[in-house]
Every structure is written in structure tokens, then in C-alpha cells.
């Protein structure tokens, strides 16, 4: 029976020590303390069809926030057409504002003798391109302030081009009478002010000051370029090593990779990418906010970092933890790599995010409540839904990141059992054990002993 107690005994050492050193991951909802008034937002996202020169970051939220073309810590990377970064578009920069030349007489008393600009249409466009080799090209919409500053320094160009006995036709076009030839010509904003050589539009776009003289001295840049390749290219037909611009159109892809973070006040709010300049109106029909969101957080950034920023002390930290937290608890971007495709114009996705803050506590020290130690972080984790919203014709679509702050908060903690818990069911086991076998032991002996005669 000795033998038999040791061994019971021995059993429920060993199953109790297993369970005393093993813990269970708990998780329980708390009112969340957290008193910063500002939590950071970081994104990455890739517009597939906008240029760099028209996406305008804006913040607004309930507390009357309202900041329109954010800069600071955002940056811009003009793409290809594999959606490679091609060209950095600034760092912190601002849209700078282009300068508009003031004239006395009106756009009726320039036309007194004439219009140098000549008025484009369906039917003429292409024969057009076709008498000029060189053509520069006003693709307007008359109802906006930009276009209607532009007018008379149009038509003051087209006659100064006429005195001078430039060879560039001056041409322009109405695009809210024609929308279909901007549409096809792939107009984006109004003006757009594009160069033509031999019936081909060459890219980039005219985006300088809107005066006479810049436009003027852009023309003849351009013609002097096309001189140099005519008196090389006859003077060397088989180099090709030392060839000079020709002042040909470069790959344009109207791809931009906005990044960065904003520190965002902690209320319910929204950050949206809109279609925007301060020199443009842009064509609502031509807006196409089709994106992916390459990484959406909120929170000090804890995921796909530059490589020197992994091996800080407080992401080794955060790497310790996270090792041990479950699958379903780390819904930290939930939108990365996702896109967004629009398929029709005047649509755009709106995203609406639930923020909710979690308490990682994975502390060596059993049942402890304490998040300041070193294997404790606070981190958020994100509800999201998208859907399509339509716009009308004349309102310019925007992608929208709608956020809301949870007030309540997750505590995600390991959970073991006390000491003292363990000692008193050793106890239990030592004394049940021997208790449990005393009784055993006395009903055998009363059942087997041996009967007086």
C-alpha cells in the first residue's frame, strides 16, 4: 500500500508541477486609460492613375481640425509604369503657386484683330497637328478662375508667336464643349498646357508661370532643341552614342507612392487623398483614385520597417512580445497590400476603421497587472470596412480613411497560477493521497479478516 501511495503521489507531483509551470493566454475588455491626446497614423499608399502634382493629403476631425494639403513628414514618389519609383516628388514640399500675368486690355479687345489662338474642335484637331509640326496646345474649361486668368495671356502669346514668325501653331481647345476630344487626349486638369510634335503629345506637360515671356521662352527652347537634333542628325546619321534631346515626349505614367505619418488627434476624424492643386481645377471626369494601400497603422510603427530601425530597443522588445501573442490578436494593418480598383468614373472607396487600443502584457511575473514593465507593449488594432461611393459629375472623387478611437480597450495577458496555490495543492495531494489510501486500506482489512470462531 506504501508502494501504491508513492506512486499516486508521484503521479499528481509531476501532472501539478506541469500545470504550475505552463500559462494560459487571457484577454479581458477594460475602459481604455490611455490620456495622449494625439496617436500617430502611418500609411503607404500607391495612387495607380493620379500624378504626384495633384495628390493633396487633408486631415479633419469633430474637434474642428481641418488641415487641406498636408506636407509635413509626407513624401512623394512619381512611378512607372510597373509601378516602380521613378522620380522623388519632395519631401515636406509644398505645391508652388505659378505666376499669372495681369493685362489691361480684355480678352474681347485682344480679339479686335483677330484670335492668334486658334479655336480647336473634333473636326479640326488632327488636321491641325498635321499643318503645324510644332503645335502648343490650351486645353481649357471657360467656367474655371485658372482658364479664365490664362485667356488673354493666351491669345497675347499666339500674337506674339505671330511676330515673331515662330513655326508653333497656337491652338485651344474647350473641353466643356468637347468633352470627349479631352477625354481622348487624356486631359486630367484644367488648363493643361501641352506641346505637339508631328501629331504626338510630348510629356510632361507645361506646368511653369503663366506669362507671356515663360511661355514664349518654353516655345523656343523647344524649337531650338528640334534644331540641334535636325544639324546633328544630318551632320552624324549613324551615331547614336552622342545624341542630343530632341526634345521628345519621356514616359509619363501618372502613377504617385504617398508616404509618411500624421499625428492625429485622438477623436473620431478622417485623412483623405483627393485629387487637388493650387494652380489646376481637375477634370472630375478623368479622376481615377484606383489604389493600394501598401501599409495602413496607427501607433508607433511596428511592421515592414527600413532595416537600421529593427535592431532599436524598443522594437527588439516588441519582437520578444509579439512572439507570443496569438494569430487573432495582432490585426495591426489588416489593409496592407489590399487594392482598390474603381472601374467607372466619379467613384472612389471610402474605408471606415475602428481603432481599438491593446494591452500586451507577457510578463515573466505571475498574474502581474502591471504595463510598464519590459515585456509589456501597448499597440492598436484595426476593424476595417470599404465600399464604393459615387460622386456627381462635377465633385472631384477622394479617397477616404474614416477612424474612430474605441473608448474601450483589450488587455491581452498571460496568466499562471500563484505559488502559494501550488504549495496548498501539494499539501492537498500529500494529505488526500494518505487519506484516501487510510480508508482503502481499513475497508480491506475489515473486509478480509479473519473471523473468530
Given at each position: 500500500m506504501?508502494?501504491?501511495?508513492?506512486?499516486v503521489?508521484?503521479?499528481l507531483?509531476?501532472s501539478?508541477?506541469?500545470?504550475?509551470?505552463?500559462?494560459?493566454?487571457?484577454?479581458?475588455?477594460?475602459?481604455?486609460?490611455n490620456?495622449?491626446?494625439?496617436?500617430?497614423?502611418?500609411?503607404?499608399?500607391?495612387?495607380?492613375?493620379?500624378?504626384?502634382?495633384?495628390?493633396?493629403?487633408?486631415v479633419?476631425?469633430?474637434?474642428?481640425?481641418?488641415r487641406?494639403?498636408?506636407?509635413?513628414?509626407?513624401?512623394?514618389?512619381?512611378?512607372?509604369?510597373d509601378?516602380?519609383?521613378?522620380?522623388?516628388?519632395?519631401?515636406?514640399r509644398?505645391?508652388?503657386?505659378?505666376?499669372?500675368e495681369?493685362?489691361?486690355?480684355?480678352?474681347?479687345e485682344?480679339?479686335?484683330?483677330?484670335e492668334?489662338?486658334?479655336?480647336?474642335?473634333p473636326?479640326?484637331?488632327?488636321?491641325f497637328?498635321?499643318?503645324?509640326?510644332?503645335?502648343?496646345?490650351?486645353?481649357?474649361?471657360?467656367?474655371?478662375?485658372?482658364?479664365?486668368?490664362?485667356?488673354p495671356?493666351?491669345e497675347?502669346?499666339?500674337?506674339?508667336?505671330?511676330?515673331?514668325?515662330?513655326?508653333?501653331?497656337?491652338?485651344?481647345?474647350?473641353?466643356?464643349?468637347?468633352p470627349?476630344?479631352?477625354?481622348?487626349?487624356?486631359v486630367?486638369a484644367?488648363p493643361?498646357?501641352?506641346?505637339?510634335?508631328?501629331?504626338?503629345?510630348?510629356?510632361?506637360?507645361?506646368?511653369?508661370?503663366?506669362?507671356?515671356?515663360?511661355l514664349?521662352?518654353?516655345?523656343?527652347?523647344k524649337?531650338?532643341?528640334?534644331?540641334?537634333?535636325?544639324?546633328?542628325?544630318?551632320?552624324?546619321?549613324?551615331?547614336?552614342?552622342?545624341?542630343p534631346?530632341?526634345?521628345?515626349?519621356?514616359?509619363?505614367?501618372?502613377?504617385?507612392?504617398v508616404?509618411?505619418?500624421?499625428?492625429?488627434?485622438?477623436?473620431?476624424?478622417n485623412?483623405?487623398?483627393?485629387?487637388?492643386?493650387?494652380?489646376?481645377?481637375?477634370?472630375?471626369?478623368?479622376?481615377?483614385?484606383?489604389?493600394?494601400v501598401?501599409?495602413?497603422?496607427?501607433?508607433?510603427?511596428?511592421?515592414?520597417?527600413?532595416?537600421?530601425?529593427?535592431?532599436?530597443p524598443?522594437?527588439?522588445?516588441?519582437?520578444?512580445?509579439?512572439?507570443?501573442?496569438?494569430?487573432?490578436?495582432?490585426?495591426?494593418?489588416?489593409?496592407?497590400?489590399?487594392?482598390?480598383?474603381?472601374?467607372?468614373?466619379?467613384?472612389?472607396f471610402?474605408?471606415?476603421?475602428?481603432?481599438?487600443?491593446?494591452?500586451?502584457?507577457?510578463?515573466?511575473?505571475?498574474?502581474?497587472?502591471?504595463?510598464?514593465?519590459v515585456?509589456?507593449?501597448?499597440?492598436?488594432?484595426m476593424?476595417?470596412?470599404s465600399?464604393?461611393?459615387?460622386?456627381?459629375?462635377?465633385?472631384?472623387?477622394?479617397?477616404?480613411?474614416?477612424?474612430?478611437?474605441?473608448?474601450?480597450?483589450?488587455?491581452?495577458?498571460?496568466?499562471g497560477?500563484?505559488?502559494?496555490?501550488?504549495?496548498?495543492?501539494?499539501?492537498?495531494?500529500?494529505?488526500?493521497?494518505f487519506?484516501?489510501?487510510?480508508?482503502?486500506?481499513?475497508?480491506?482489512?475489515?473486509?478480509?479478516k479473519?473471523?473468530?470462531?
Amino acid at each position: 500500500m506504501s508502494i501504491a501511495a508513492i506512486a499516486v503521489m508521484g503521479i499528481l507531483f509531476l501532472s501539478e508541477s506541469i500545470a504550475f509551470a505552463r500559462t494560459a493566454m487571457t484577454t479581458a475588455i477594460a475602459l481604455d486609460e490611455n490620456d495622449q491626446p494625439q496617436i500617430r497614423l502611418n500609411f503607404n499608399i500607391t495612387l495607380m492613375d493620379l500624378h504626384c502634382d495633384f495628390v493633396s493629403v487633408d486631415v479633419w476631425d469633430t474637434l474642428g481640425t481641418n488641415r487641406q494639403n498636408v506636407t509635413k513628414n509626407i513624401e512623394k514618389w512619381q512611378l512607372d509604369e510597373d509601378g516602380q519609383r521613378r522620380i522623388f516628388s519632395g519631401r515636406n514640399r509644398e505645391q508652388r503657386e505659378v505666376v499669372h500675368e495681369e493685362h489691361e486690355e480684355t480678352l474681347e479687345e485682344l480679339h479686335e484683330d483677330g484670335e492668334q489662338a486658334v479655336e480647336l474642335n473634333p473636326d479640326n484637331f488632327a488636321n491641325f497637328l498635321k499643318q503645324h509640326e510644332m503645335a502648343f496646345i490650351d486645353m481649357y474649361a471657360p467656367c474655371t478662375i485658372w482658364c479664365q486668368r490664362l485667356h488673354p495671356t493666351w491669345e497675347k502669346f499666339g500674337e506674339e508667336v505671330h511676330k515673331l514668325g515662330m513655326p508653333v501653331g497656337v491652338g485651344k481647345v474647350n473641353c466643356v464643349t468637347y468633352p470627349q476630344l479631352c477625354k481622348d487626349q487624356k486631359v486630367m486638369a484644367f488648363p493643361t498646357l501641352r506641346w505637339y510634335k508631328a501629331g504626338e503629345m510630348i510629356l510632361p506637360d507645361y506646368k511653369m508661370d503663366r506669362t507671356v515671356d515663360a511661355l514664349v521662352g518654353y516655345a523656343k527652347r523647344k524649337l531650338e532643341m528640334e534644331q540641334k537634333y535636325k544639324d546633328w542628325e544630318s551632320n552624324n546619321p549613324n551615331d547614336t552614342r552622342t545624341r542630343p534631346n530632341a526634345g521628345n515626349s519621356r514616359p509619363e505614367h501618372p502613377g504617385c507612392q504617398v508616404s509618411g505619418h500624421l499625428m492625429v488627434n485622438r477623436v473620431p476624424g478622417n485623412f483623405h487623398i483627393e485629387a487637388k492643386s493650387v494652380n489646376h481645377n481637375l477634370n472630375a471626369a478623368m479622376t481615377n483614385l484606383t489604389h493600394r494601400v501598401n501599409h495602413l497603422s496607427f501607433g508607433e510603427p511596428i511592421t515592414k520597417l527600413a532595416p537600421h530601425m529593427e535592431k532599436t530597443p524598443f522594437m527588439k522588445k516588441v519582437k520578444r512580445v509579439l512572439k507570443q501573442v496569438p494569430e487573432e490578436h495582432k490585426q495591426f494593418n489588416p489593409m496592407d497590400d489590399k487594392v482598390y480598383t474603381t472601374t467607372k468614373f466619379h467613384q472612389a472607396f471610402h474605408h471606415y476603421i475602428k481603432v481599438v487600443s491593446t494591452h500586451l502584457n507577457m510578463g515573466s511575473s505571475r498574474g502581474a497587472e502591471s504595463f510598464n514593465d519590459v515585456n509589456s507593449i501597448t499597440v492598436y488594432q484595426m476593424l476595417e470596412q470599404s465600399q464604393i461611393v459615387f460622386y456627381d459629375e462635377v465633385n472631384v472623387p477622394e479617397a477616404r480613411f474614416s477612424y474612430d478611437m474605441s473608448p474601450m480597450s483589450v488587455v491581452v495577458q498571460k496568466e499562471g497560477r500563484k505559488w502559494y496555490d501550488y504549495l496548498t495543492s501539494l499539501c492537498a495531494i500529500i494529505g488526500g493521497t494518505f487519506t484516501t489510501l487510510g480508508l482503502i486500506d481499513a475497508t480491506l482489512y475489515k473486509v478480509f479478516k479473519p473471523k473468530k470462531l
